[in-house]
């Protein structure tokens, strides 16, 4: 199987399980079916969006290939039916976010390392793919986006980035390094949310005056 067969497969993926994460926002906040599937589209796709737009690939991917649409409301669709009758795990949501984080994150390296773009614009790329449509997920939510807590979350992404460009310039093979940036930033953020690891935070130490 060709690389570009694998990397169009996990692209599908992770709108899947993207799509997924949104639909799961959406049952916490008890939002109806078109709330749910609104939710699962612009997780699924909203990271996707916003890199086509700034690398001045038009029309956006879900324009060109709506495959990427029926997939989000397959996965929201799914997702509804599901938890009105049974509930998924704890921790399903942030399961899933890893997941979907993790492939978006190399799948848009990948795109800007193809297209010659530098270092610094390939780990852009790489956190605004995998970050930007659970930001805007979580603004539709009303709630404090996750990239802004001091969870470790844009910061796995970085190092994922980070582990993508430093394998392809070792000239691994393409059908193999994807997948080990991949279960870095996966690694990364599940152990973040099993052992609470985080960022310091900014804390004022001396007085007001």
């Given at each position: 199987?060709?690389?570009e067969?694998?990397?169009?497969?996990?692209?599908y993926?992770?709108?899947?399980?993207?799509?997924?994460?949104?639909?799961?926002?959406?049952?916490?906040k008890?939002?109806?079916l078109?709330g749910?599937?609104?939710?699962?589209?612009?997780?699924?796709?909203g990271?996707?969006?916003?890199?086509?737009?700034?690398?001045?690939?038009?029309?956006?991917?879900w324009?060109?290939?709506?495959?990427?649409i029926?997939?989000?409301?397959?996965?929201?669709?799914?997702?509804?039916?599901f938890?009105?009758f049974?509930?998924?795990?704890?921790g399903?949501?942030?399961?899933?976010?890893?997941?979907?984080?993790?492939?978006?994150?190399v799948?848009?390296?990948?795109?800007?390392a193809?297209?010659g773009?530098?270092?610094l614009?390939?780990?852009?790329?790489?956190v605004?793919?995998?970050?930007?449509?659970?930001?805007?997920?979580?603004?539709?939510?009303?709630?404090?986006p996750?990239?802004f807590?001091?969870?470790?979350?844009?910061t796995?992404?970085?190092?994922?980035?980070?582990?993508?460009?430093v394998?392809?310039?070792w000239?691994?093979?393409?059908?193999?390094?994807?997948?080990?940036?991949?279960?870095?930033?996966l690694?990364?953020?599940?152990?973040?949310?099993?052992?609470d690891?985080?960022?310091?935070?900014?804390?004022?130490?001396?007085?007001?005056?």
């Amino acid at each position: 199987m060709s690389a570009e067969v694998i990397l169009q497969s996990l692209d599908y993926f992770g709108i899947v399980v993207f799509a997924m994460a949104g639909a799961l926002r959406g049952e916490e906040k008890s939002l109806d079916l078109f709330g749910v599937l609104v939710f699962s589209i612009v997780t699924a796709t909203g990271g996707g969006t916003l890199r086509d737009l700034l690398m001045g690939n038009l029309p956006v991917n879900w324009v060109k290939d709506n495959t990427y649409i029926w997939l989000a409301l397959a996965g929201g669709t799914f997702t509804f039916m599901f938890t009105r009758f049974w509930r998924f795990p704890v921790g399903a949501l942030a399961v899933a976010d890893a997941i979907g984080l993790a492939v978006f994150t190399v799948l848009g390296a990948d795109q800007a390392a193809h297209m010659g773009f530098s270092p610094l614009i390939v780990i852009v790329t790489a956190v605004m793919t995998g970050c930007v449509g659970g930001v805007i997920r979580d603004l539709l939510a009303n709630e404090i986006p996750l990239i802004f807590h001091r969870e470790i979350y844009a910061t796995a992404a970085i190092v994922g980035a980070v582990v993508y460009l430093v394998l392809q310039a070792w000239g691994l093979d393409e059908r193999v390094f994807p997948w080990l940036a991949m279960l870095v930033v996966l690694i990364l953020r599940l152990a973040a949310l099993r052992w609470d690891l985080c960022l310091p935070r900014f804390m004022r130490t001396l007085p007001r005056t």
